[in-house]
């Protein structure tokens, strides 16, 4: 999904912390449970206005700049 620039809903662990910017080019939650999943659902469908396709993308390519 983000690759194609699609803002995420994902655990917070791993490669994604390099990638994903919580609230910008995605959501963030914390445990691998049904509660965590549920609050960062509802943080997103909030955030979800300030989130585009095209902000995730912006964001990706800098990185991508910075990372070559």
């Given amino acids: 999904s ?11 662990q791993g490669g994604v ?3 994903v910017v919580d609230g910008k ?3 963030f939650f914390e445990k691998p449970e049904v509660r965590s999943l549920t609050e960062s659902i509802k943080r997103f469908q909030k955030l979800s206005k300030n989130m585009s ?6 964001e990706q390519d800098r990185k991508s700049t910075r990372l070559n």
């Fill in 25 to 27: 080019t995605g959501v």
């Fill in 53 to 58: 396709w095209e902000v995730a993308c912006k």
């Fill in 17 to 19: 912390l390099e990638t």
């Fill in 2 to 12: 983000q690759a194609a620039g699609c803002p995420v809903i994902t655990l917070a």
